[in-house]
T-cell receptor, first 111, second 114 residues
């Protein structure tokens, strides 16, 4: 079945540093979404991308929909302690309502 | 605006039993999707309901079934529980039409099967 490869698996960074993570697929997706999940909670939608090449920002977060439609990137600038959590990419195959999720990137920020 | 709510928060069941989980969608949303999230993994799509009809299903056996009600709330039923069914069950709601892909999640129900 379709799978998303998300990397890195985990990151431990210093407060103030920038963070980059990415997601790749063997299949084309129509939509890419990025979520953040904290312990004991459901995933929270951060950014949604709808067009190949699209670059969208949400505060210190910036995400891009790859031009091949098989990848997406998320960048976090000037990280702060509350950025800690697990970040998931999710892709939507064509003509379906389901989302396929990556394995997640665990981010830890040292004050 | 009320977000997605789920009940119960936690549940412990014995192998072979049946369980029903409930979800209330965000105000104005007519589409509900259910996901299973095993520990350390990303959510896996179970199925989606749109206007009370199943609108897509993932790779889960028939003992996973669902309902959507006229007020767009939903239930997930799992029969003949197995140990591997232990997971966080997430419900997500969304608007139909062009923005169906922006799914908003509830806090989940933690199911433990012993």
């Amino acid at each position: 079945g379709q799978q998303l490869n998300q990397s890195p698996q985990s990151m431990f960074i210093q407060e103030g540093e920038d963070v980059s993570m990415n997601c790749t697929s063997s299949s084309i997706f129509n939509t890419w979404l990025w979520y953040k999940q904290e312990p004991g909670e459901g995933p929270v939608l951060l950014i949604a991308l709808y067009k190949a090449g699209e670059l969208t920002s949400n505060g210190r977060l910036t995400a891009q929909f790859g031009i091949t439609r098989k990848d997406s990137f998320l960048n976090i600038s000037a990280s702060i302690p509350s950025d800690v959590g697990i970040y998931f990419c999710a892709g939507q195959p064509s003509n379906t309502g389901k989302l396929i999720f990556g394995q997640g990137t665990t981010l830890q920020v040292k004050p | 605006e009320t977000g997605v709510t789920q009940s119960p928060t936690h549940l412990i069941k014995t192998r072979g039993q049946q369980v029903t989980l409930r979800c209330s969608s965000q105000s104005g949303h007519n589409t509900v999707s259910w996901y299973q999230q095993a520990l350390g993994q990303g959510p896996q799509f179970i199925f989606q309901y749109y206007r009370e009809e199943e609108n897509g299903r993932g790779n889960f056996p028939p003992r996973f079934s669902g309902l959507q009600f006229p007020n767009y709330s939903s239930e997930l039923n799992v029969n003949a529980l197995e140990l591997d069914d232990s997971a966080l069950y997430l419900c997500a709601s969304s608007l139909g039409g062009g923005r169906v892909y922006e799914q908003y999640f509830g806090p989940g129900t933690r199911l433990t099967v012993t």
